[in-house]
């Protein structure tokens, strides 16, 4: 597994998480573009923290 940075703290997370989303909510799909790594890994974190869990290729 991966280290985790420990700077990144819940707080952080939700942070970048609702900045990405802002940034989804004003631009629409061409926000991908501007996402950071940070800001994306952090969506990903917190929908692992609401429970959703990752499925292998083929699967769902």
């Not at 940075?5 to 990405?20: H, I, K, S, V, Y």
Request: charge should be positive.
């Amino acid at each position: 597994m991966a280290d985790v940075d420990p700077r990144f703290t819940e707080r952080r997370m939700l942070n970048l998480a609702g900045r990405a989303i802002s940034k989804i909510d004003v631009r629409g799909r061409r926000a991908t573009e501007r996402l950071t790594y940070d800001e994306i890994e952090a969506m990903a974190a917190a929908l692992v923290c609401l429970g959703l869990r990752p499925l292998k290729e083929g699967q769902g």
